[in-house]
């Protein structure tokens, strides 16, 4: 039986190299730097561009950095502001006093699941969907590309309105043969945007779009428009992928047990005053 110290250490190390260990104190107009150190994509881009990318496939995993820099946001509404002023997140306060959901392997939610621990990803093309699957928790989404239109009305009064989603409502369609646009709405509003603690709405409305480079290089651009947050859109993050050669992702959990026993005996004692 693994003890508790052991299963304490496992999480501190995996914090450290999550955003926990490493997110830069947000500024008004400054930018979140993302991981600086040794990354998969570093270890993968010797592998060049392996040819020209094949017309209209994302088939296959990809591997990330640790997560996706962070551009600055515009300024909030003062809906948006007195929601981030709630938020405390692991750049400007410690593991013991932060209240971000991660602290209780809430789900991640998104967009901040593309933004955040995104080390590696995979696409599963199907007849009427594309799945999305995130190496972090295993998570899964469905972007559907039947020619559906999204969800009206998410979280309304109404008896028919859907309800919000941890990971929202997503349809898809290609642009040309090499880039795949994803629109998203209905994102569950208890989790944060992205690892600062930046908000959003029930209003929010994501686009991705996955451009293939090359075989071996996918870029992903995410754009956000939600006007009672913010005051116009924006893109948050540019980011590239590079193709996993071996085709395998790691495990990675957040586990609630290690949770808790990490903040019993390491989070919170280091909180402490000193005597």
């Not at 999480?11 to 993302?34: D, E, K, N």
């Not at 994102?187 to 779009?209: F, I, T």
Request: hydrophobic share 35%; glycine share 8%.
């Amino acid at each position: 039986m693994r003890n508790v110290l052991k299963g304490c250490m496992a999480l501190t190390a995996m914090l450290v190299f999550s955003p926990y260990g490493w997110s830069q104190t947000r500024q008004s107009g400054q930018a979140a730097r993302a991981d600086t150190g040794k990354t998969m994509v570093d270890q993968l881009s010797k592998n060049g561009a392996g040819g020209p990318a094949p017309r209209r496939d994302l088939n296959g995993f990809w591997a990330g950095p640790s997560s996706a820099r962070i551009n600055a946001v515009p300024p909030m509404t003062p809906w948006g502001e007195e929601q981030f002023r709630t938020h405390k997140n692991h750049a400007q306060f410690s593991e013991a006093e932060s209240n971000d959901p991660l602290k209780s392997c809430d789900p991640m939610g998104f967009p901040r699941n593309m933004l955040n621990l995104i080390r590696g990803v995979g696409f599963f093309q199907m007849s009427d969907r594309m799945i999305l699957m995130s190496q972090y928790n295993r998570v899964w989404r469905e972007i559907f590309t039947d020619g559906r239109q999204l969800p009206k009305d998410v979280g309304g009064t109404a008896d028919d309105s859907p309800d919000p989603r941890w990971y929202g409502y997503s349809v898809g369609h290609w642009e040309g043969d090499y880039t795949f646009v994803v629109d998203s709405v209905g994102a569950d509003e208890r989790a944060w945007m992205d690892q600062l603690g930046h908000p959003r709405s029930n209003e929010l409305r994501v686009q991705e779009r996955f451009t293939r480079l090359d075989h071996n290089t996918l870029e992903m651009t995410v754009t956000i428009n939600d006007p009672k947050a913010y005051t116009k859109p924006f893109e948050i993050t540019k980011t590239q992928f590079k193709w996993l050669p071996e085709q395998e992702i790691r495990e990675e959990f957040c586990v609630p047990s290690l949770m808790t026993e990490y903040l019993k005996n390491v989070a919170e004692p280091a909180s402490d005053p000193v005597q």
